[in-house]
C-alpha cells in the first residue's frame, strides 16, 4: 500500500508510483493507494451530503484494520497535521470545487453545529499516525546516506562560546512539574472517566468510556496558566537586546494543549494591543498573529497599533522574513522538532523582522523535554560546531505503538472550566489519579500499554546490541518515567544486558560526546523524543531529517514504513507554483521502498521482491554518489529528474543482477532505453520549469493537472508505461 498525501510527497507521488508500479509489477506484486491526505479525510465525515460521484471511503480507518494484520505493508508518506487554519483553508477549497460540506463551526452553539465540530475535530491535528501506528519505531540513516553525508558536508553555522543563544522554560508548575503517575493492577483493570469537580462540589463528567489494561501506564497532570503567562512576561521582558524572542511547541502533534500555551505567548506579546482593542474583536489569540492582520485589515488606527505594540517588544524570530511572517503568526508554522534543529544548525541563529540573523530566545515551556535543547545549546557553545565528516551515526528506537504517551492525549486533555479538582474515577470508584487545578490550567492525561512497553525494551536491546553504544532517556525524578523504569530494569537484568539509564539532558551529552568521536548511539526514548530526536541529529548529522530510514514493526507481524521526518514541505508546493521546480528529495521514498520489498521478501517468500529491494539500494547509493539528488535552483536537477536517474539505476542493477534471470531479461532493454534517451528525456522533464504551474487546487488538486506537471516526459512515460 502507498499512501496518497498532501503537499510535496503528494506531488512527488505523482511522478514516482507510475515508476514503482511499474518495476513491481514485472515481479507479479501489485501497488494500491489510500487516500490519508487532509481533502480525503475530510470528505470521508460526510458522505450524506455528497453525491454518489464525490463520496470517497474513509481510507484512513481501513488503514487502520489492515496495519493490525500481518499482511500489512504499507508505505506511509508524511501528510499534514492539520492547525484550524489549515482546515478551514481545506473546507473552503473544497466548498469552491462543489463538495456540499459544512463550515468549521469555530464556536459551536446548536447540537448540529456540536456535532459537525466533533467530526472536524478528528481530523485536526495528528490524526493519521496513532491510527497507523500499531508498533514501535526503529529509525536511523542508511549506510549510504551517512556515506555521503560524511564525503559531502552540508553547510553548517559556526557556534561560537559568545554566544547569547539560550533556551528558556519555566521555573515550575508545568506538566513536569504536576506530573502524578501509576501503573494500574489486576484489580484496578477496566473502565474509567475523569471528572472535574468544581469548589462548590459540583462534578462535570469531561471523558467517559476509558478503558485501563493490566500493567498500562497511566499519567494526570497540568500546566498552570498563571505560571505560565508570568514565565512568558518575565522573559519577553528580561531578553538581551538584540537577541531574538521565540517560542518552540508542536500545535498540529499536540493539537489542544499547544494551540493554547501559543495562544498565552500571543497574548502576553501582544498585551497592549489587546488590552485597547481586544473587546472589539472576537479575536482568538490561538489564531495567532496572522489571523489578527486579516481581522483588522482596512482599520488605520488598528493596524498602526498593532504595528506600534510589536515595535515595543522585542523582535521576533521570523518564519518567513521577506513575508512579514512572525514566529507569532500560525500555530502550525513553528514545529519545535525542525525549528529548534534549524536554529542550532545554523550555530545558534534566527532570522529577525530586519531580515538579519541574530541569536535567539527560545521559549519551550515545558521541562520534560526541554532540557535537550539547552543541554545541546551550551554543549555547542562549549566544544564548536559539529564536524560532520568524522561524526558517527545517531538512530532511535521510540516507544510509540498504541498511542503512546503524550502523542496519544488528544482526546483526554482539556482547558480547566473552573477552580477544582480534575480526577481519573475507575469503575470501582476509586480515585486512581487527582490534581488541583485553577480556571484555564491545561489538563491532560495520557498512557503507555504494557505490550508495546516491552516489545519497545526488546527492539531497543536488539538495536543497542548492533550499534554497541546508547541508552535509555529515562528521568527517574519524573512520574512517568519512574513508573516505565520499573519495566526497563528488570527486562535489562532478565536479558543479561548492561544499557544505561539516563535522564534526557544527561542522555542528550552523552549522544553529543559519543557521537563527536565517530561512534554510532542509539538513542531508546519515549514518543515525543522520538519524534524530537529524529528530526534533531539527523539534521546536524546529515542536514536534513527527510532521509532517514523508518521502519515500525507492528506487533501483530505486518510492517509500516515511513518516509523519514520532515513534514510535507509546503515551501517547495510555493515553488512548484511559481515557477514549476519541485526540490523535494524522495529518498526518503527510495529506502522505505527497499526495506518494503525486503519485508515483503522475507515475511511472504517472495524472492523476486528481494531482488528489487537489493536493486533499490544499489540505485539509491548510485544515485547519491552521481550527485543526482534534487537541488533548490530552476534549471538544476529537481524532483522529476531525480525519478529517471533513480528508474534508471534502478533498471541497470535489475539487468546487472544473476539471481533472477525473468527480471534480468526484461529489465535490459529497459535500461538500455532509458540510458540511450536520456538527453530527450531530460529536456523533456525541464521544458517548463521556470514557468507557473497550476495544480486545480491545493489541499484536493486535480490529479490530471498533477500528472501533467509531474509527468511531462512522453518518452520516459512511454518507456516506464
Not at 528558556?168 to 484489580?187: L, R, S
Not at 481519573?424 to 512497553?453: F, H, M, Q, Y
Not at 536534513?544 to 523508518?550: E, H, I, Q
Not at 520549469?689 to 518518452?715: L, Q
Request: aromatic content about 8%.
Amino acid at each position: 500500500i502507498y499512501t496518497i498525501v498532501d503537499e510535496a510527497p503528494e506531488l512527488a507521488r505523482g511522478s514516482l508510483l507510475p515508476i514503482i508500479s511499474s518495476f513491481s509489477n514485472a515481479a507479479g506484486i501489485s501497488v494500491a493507494t489510500k487516500d490519508i491526505s487532509l481533502a480525503g479525510r475530510i470528505l470521508a465525515l460526510f458522505p450524506e451530503r455528497l453525491s454518489e460521484e464525490q463520496r470517497v471511503s474513509d481510507d484512513l480507518a481501513e488503514l487502520g484494520k489492515l496495519v493490525k494484520t500481518p499482511d500489512a505493508n504499507v508505505i506511509k508518506l508524511p501528510n499534514i497535521s492539520a492547525s484550524v487554519p489549515q482546515l478551514e483553508a481545506a473546507i473552503k477549497e473544497l466548498q469552491s470545487q462543489g463538495f456540499d460540506i459544512p463550515d468549521y463551526p469555530a464556536d459551536p452553539q446548536t447540537d448540529e453545529e456540536k456535532a459537525v465540530r466533533a467530526k472536524y475535530d478528528t481530523v485536526k491535528g495528528s490524526a493519521v499516525n496513532p491510527v497507523l501506528r500499531e508498533g514501535n519505531s526503529d529509525r536511523r540513516s542508511a549506510k549510504a546516506v551517512k556515506e555521503y553525508a560524511k564525503a559531502n558536508p552540508h553547510r553548517m553555522g559556526e557556534w561560537k562560546s559568545t554566544s547569547k543563544t539560550t533556551v528558556a522554560a519555566m521555573p515550575g508548575d508545568d506538566f513536569y512539574a504536576n506530573e502524578k503517575a501509576a501503573t494500574v493492577t489486576a484489580a484496578q483493570a477496566g473502565g474509567a472517566k475523569i471528572v472535574f469537580t468544581a469548589k462548590d462540589g459540583s462534578e462535570t463528567v469531561l471523558k467517559d468510556g476509558l478503558n485501563y489494561l493490566e500493567g498500562e501506564i497511566v499519567d494526570a497532570t497540568f500546566l498552570s496558566a498563571k505560571a505560565l503567562r508570568a514565565y512568558i512576561k518575565k522573559e519577553v521582558e528580561s531578553i538581551e537586546p538584540g537577541v531574538l524572542f521565540s517560542v518552540h511547541l508542536k500545535a498540529t502533534m499536540m493539537k489542544v494543549s499547544d494551540p493554547i500555551i501559543f495562544g498565552h505567548f500571543v497574548s502576553v506579546y501582544l498585551e497592549d494591543f489587546l488590552a485597547k482593542h481586544g473587546d472589539k474583536l472576537d479575536f482568538n489569540p490561538n489564531s495567532g498573529i496572522g489571523a489578527l492582520e486579516k481581522l483588522i485589515a482596512g482599520n488605520a488606527e488598528m493596524e498602526a497599533d498593532l504595528k506600534a505594540a510589536l515595535a515595543a517588544k522585542p523582535p521576533l524570530y521570523m518564519v518567513d522574513s521577506d513575508k512579514g511572517i512572525t514566529n507569532l503568526h500560525v500555530p502550525s508554522d513553528v514545529i519545535i522538532d525542525a525549528s529548534m534543529p534549524a536554529v542550532i544548525k545554523a550555530g545558534g541563529i534566527g532570522w529577525g523582522p530586519d531580515g538579519k540573523a541574530a541569536d535567539t530566545k527560545c521559549c519551550i515551556p515545558d521541562n520534560s523535554y526541554s532540557c535537550v535543547y539547552d543541554e545541546t545549546v551550551e554543549y555547542f557553545k562549549e566544544t564548536g560546531t559539529l564536524d560532520v565528516t568524522t561524526c558517527g551515526a545517531v538512530s532511535n528506537v521510540g516507544l510509540m505503538a498504541q498511542k503512546a504517551e503524550e502523542y496519544g492525549s488528544h482526546p483526554t486533555t482539556f482547558e480547566v472550566p473552573a477552580d477544582g479538582t480534575v480526577s481519573i474515577v475507575l469503575d470501582s470508584g476509586e480515585v486512581l489519579l487527582s490534581n488541583e487545578v485553577e480556571k484555564g490550567d491545561i489538563w491532560r492525561s495520557c498512557t503507555a500499554k504494557k505490550a508495546p512497553i516491552l516489545d519497545w525494551i526488546k527492539t531497543g536491546i536488539e538495536r543497542f546490541d548492533v550499534e554497541g553504544t546508547g541508552a535509555f532517556w529515562l528521568d527517574k525524578n519524573r512520574a512517568h518515567d519512574a513508573e516505565l523504569i520499573k519495566y526497563v530494569e528488570p527486562a535489562l537484568k532478565a536479558a543479561g544486558k548492561d544499557i544505561p539509564i539516563m535522564a534526557p539532558r544527561e542522555a542528550t551529552r552523552f549522544t553529543w560526546e559519543e557521537m563527536r568521536k565517530g561512534k554510532n548511539v542509539v538513542t531508546i526514548t519515549g514518543n515525543v523524543l522520538r519524534d524530537y530526536l529524529t528530526d534533531l541529529f539527523p539534521i546536524l548529522e546529515l542536514g536534513t531529517s527527510a532521509k532517514m530510514l523508518s521502519i515500525v514493526k507492528l506487533m501483530n507481524g505486518g510492517g509500516l514504513f515511513e518516509t523519514g521526518a520532515g513534514g510535507s514541505a509546503p515551501k517547495h508546493v510555493q515553488q512548484v507554483i511559481e515557477e514549476n521546480h519541485l526540490r523535494w528529495d524522495s529518498l526518503g521514498e527510495f529506502c522505505a521502498l527497499g526495506e518494503s520489498y525486503n519485508f515483503l521478501a522475507s515475511s511472504k517468500g517472495k524472492t523476486k521482491a528481494g531482488v528489487l529491494g537489493a536493486a533499490v539500494e544499489d540505485a539509491t547509493q548510485k544515485l547519491l554518489l552521481e550527485n543526482k539528488s534534487p537541488e533548490r535552483k530552476v534549471g538544476q536537477n529537481d524532483n522529476r529528474s531525480s525519478h529517471y536517474w533513480f528508474a534508471r539505476y534502478w533498471a541497470e542493477a535489475l539487468a546487472a543482477q544473476d539471481d533472477d534471470a525473468e527480471l534480468k531479461a526484461h529489465f535490459a532493454p529497459i535500461a538500455k532505453e532509458l540510458a540511450e534517451k536520456e538527453a530527450v528525456i531530460l529536456d523533456e522533464l525541464k521544458a517548463n520549469e521556470g514557468k507557473p504551474a497550476d495544480m486545480g487546487g491545493y489541499y484536493h488538486a486535480d490529479p490530471a493537472k498533477v500528472a501533467a506537471i509531474m509527468r511531462p516526459s512522453a518518452t520516459l512515460n512511454a518507456i516506464i508505461g
